[in-house]
T-cell receptor, first 114, second 116 residues
Framework: QKEVEQDPGPLSVPEGAIVSLNCTYSNSAFQYFMWYRQYSRKGPELLMYTYSSGNKEDGRFTAQVDKSSKYISLFIRDSQPSDSATYLCAMHFISNFGNEKLTFGTGTRLTIIP | GAVVSQHPSWVICKSGTSVKIECRSLDFQATTMFWYRQFPKQSLMLMATSNEGSKATYEQGVEKDKFLINHASLTLSTLTVTSAHPEDSSFYIC????????????FGEGSWLTVV
């Protein structure tokens, strides 16, 4: 079993729709949860960063973390064609000894249809 | 947000030669830097984690003698691909964890390496 599971898609939705992207994880040691957006042939861009269960909102984006279920989500409201990209979830932990690990999901390719 | 710069963005090298990629945090001190490679339409594969002033920790299956990582300062890490082969052609991305920022991690724009 992979530490982080993410549906690779592709996912296509019409402009204006609400998009829901999800990841599950198996390692309960993960402390920080992030969503990145990656356009073709570019480096990932940080969208959302959370470290506790619950919701965090930033503009049209809402990140949701449920540590008990080991499940995180990213919601995009009023989706725009410019949101078309690959979305990667990432999990991070840092041990008391300074060891750390950052693990990514496979990424979901999203296309917003005008 | 914080800026991480990678250089070069594109590089073509001959098989058997070595190539160095730099990763700089421009406006923050990076306690930890991560190096990834990404093949087309695939996710990022962590190669190694480097802490300033100490040896990098390599992921299983990554040859440390082939992929030399040096994290000489809190703002600079370098990845050197030694004796490059065509199968090393890939997109290499670095990321940096900003000290004191709640462990937020920022990525560089990536470096495309083509070995011919």
């Amino acid at each position: 079993q992979k530490e982080v599971e993410q549906d690779p898609g592709p996912l296509s939705v019409p402009e204006g729709a609400i998009v829901s992207l999800n990841c599950t994880y198996s390692n309960s040691a993960f402390q920080y949860f992030m969503w990145y957006r990656q356009y073709s042939r570019k480096g990932p861009e940080l969208l959302m960063y959370t470290y506790s269960s619950g919701n965090k909102e930033d503009g049209r984006f809402t990140a949701q973390v449920d540590k008990s279920s080991k499940y995180i989500s990213l919601f995009i409201r009023d989706s725009q064609p410019s949101d078309s990209a690959t979305y990667l979830c990432a999990m991070h932990f840092i041990s008391n000894f300074g060891n750390e690990k950052l693990t990514f999901g496979t990424g979901t390719r999203l296309t917003i249809i005008p | 947000g914080a800026v991480v710069s990678q250089h070069p963005s594109w590089v073509i090298c001959k098989s058997g030669t070595s190539v160095k990629i730099e990763c700089r945090s421009l406006d923050f001190q990076a306690t930890t830097m991560f190096w990834y490679r990404q093949f087309p339409k695939q996710s990022l594969m962590l190669m190694a984690t480097s802490n300033e002033g100490s040896k990098a920790t390599y992921e299983q299956g990554v040859e440390k003698d082939k992929f030399l990582i040096n994290h000489a300062s809190l703002t600079l890490s370098t990845l050197t691909v030694t004796s490059a082969h065509p199968e090393d052609s890939s997109f290499y991305i670095c990321s940096a964890r900003a000290r004191g920022s709640g462990n937020t991690i920022y990525f560089g724009e990536g470096s495309w390496l083509t070995v011919v």
